[in-house]
């Protein structure tokens, strides 16, 4: 028995349109899990299988964009990131995607990360920052490790009270544990060459609590026992 629909021609293209951009979400789901593990994996063959796959996802959801009209530039700005963790054709091919996805999209989070990311490699620091700023104005609650950026920033300019205090919000926020131990080692080298030895300590100890086996926290605990 055939089911005849009610639905005019622009609610059923809105539908199809609809399912299109749920494809792509699931695209882009895909291609950020394997991006992921490509940036944790150690093994040469898995870090290109990773690559491939993340690239993969990311090229099926093309069809799927231009068909739904979505232009938020996150499919650039994911194979930019892919390439950027990837090391694949050098950044400046990375640089490329992040530009074509803020061309698309001015207010793209990744695309304006991944740029932030090759301006700091290319030493230009304060657009770097800049970056990140703007991040943070789009999405007031983004990844503590946005503020992380931003203090290294901050430190490569000289700004070292403005890098602490945002070392000092990312531990207030309560991040994941890698962001975490990474604020409280930053932050413990900061107290270490203003002679605040204690409060380094501290720091230090409780970077150690939660990662017992991080090679930033490890040195700097060989300087409180060994020096």
């Known amino acids: ?31 950020a899990y394997y991006t992921r593990q490509m940036r944790t994996a150690t093994d040469k063959f898995k870090v290109n299988e990773y690559h491939k796959l993340a690239n993969m996802y990311f090229n099926n959801s093309v069809e799927y964009e231009r068909s739904a009209s979505l232009n938020d ?13 990837g090391r694949k054709s050098g950044d400046a091919d990375a640089d490329k995607k992040f530009n ?6 001015p207010r793209c989070i990744p695309a304006l990360l991944g740029k932030g990311c090759i301006l700091y490699m ?17 999405h007031p609650n983004c990844h503590p490790s946005v503020r992380l950026a931003m203090a ?5 300019l000289g700004k070292n009270e403005l890098a602490k205090l945002a070392l ?11 962001t975490l131990v990474e604020a409280l080692a930053n ?7 203003e002679s605040n030895d204690e409060k380094a300590q501290d720091l230090v100890v409780r970077a ?16 409180i026992y060994f020096q």
């Open 168 to 178: 000092q919000r990312v531990i207030d926020l309560n991040p994941d544990v890698e």
């Open 73 to 85: 530039g996150f499919t650039h700005a994911g194979k930019g990131i892919n390439l950027l963790f």
């Open 208 to 223: 150690y609590n939660y990662d017992t086996s991080n090679s930033k926290v490890l040195n700097l605990l060989s300087r």
């Open 1 to 31: 028995m055939t089911t005849l629909t009610t639905d005019t021609p622009r609610e059923m293209q809105a539908k199809i349109n609809e399912d299109r951009a749920t494809m792509v979400t699931i695209y882009h789901t895909l291609a």
């Open 187 to 193: 932050l413990a080298i900061f107290y270490f060459s």
């Open 100 to 105: 074509f996805a803020l061309e698309q999209n």
């Open 122 to 138: 290319k030493k230009k620091y304060q657009e770097a920052l800049d970056k990140f700023k703007q991040v943070l104005t789009i």
């Open 152 to 156: 290294y920033c901050y430190n490569k």
